[in-house]
Nanobody
Framework: QVRLVETEGGSVQAGDSLRVSCAAS????????MGWFRQAPGKERQFVAA????????EYADSVKGRFTVSRDGAKNLMNLQMTSLKPEVTAVYYC????????????????WGQGTQVTVSS
């Protein structure tokens, strides 16, 4: 079992930057990758970014490439998502997910999820 806790998101203005983090605890030795997903009201959860815990290879949704950066601190089992040039359309609950086995990112469903953190961007 892996427990995930996201930091508090926030409410910002369009164009601002914001960073959220996710801390993993429990059976973290087998982590293959960690990632971020988001879900806006009335919409399905969608992939945002992921990072391979072995080689730090990253994957991004096309909509966030160049503006979002995912990073990791393996020693702390911590994953960060730095978001810049924020737009109102990225307003959503952001969820942290963990793949505890070899996976095809982001197609393979994550094994564990955090509780989510709200990110709101106002125009």
């Amino acid at each position: 079992q892996v427990r995930l806790v996201e930091t508090e998101g926030g409410s910002v203005q369009a164009g601002d930057s914001l960073r959220v983090s996710c801390a993993a605890s429990g059976r973290t030795a087998g982590i293959f990758a960690m990632g971020w997903f988001r879900q806006a009201p009335g919409k399905e959860r969608q992939f945002v970014a992921a990072i391979n815990w072995i080689d730090s290879h990253t994957e991004y949704a096309d909509s966030v490439k160049g503006r979002f950066t995912v990073s990791r601190d393996g020693a702390k089992n911590l994953m960060n998502l730095q978001m810049t040039s924020l737009k109102p359309e990225v307003t959503a609950v952001y969820y942290c997910g963990v793949w505890g086995r070899i996976a095809i990112l982001p197609v393979t469903p994550a094994d564990y999820w955090g509780q989510g953190t709200q990110v709101t961007v106002s125009s």
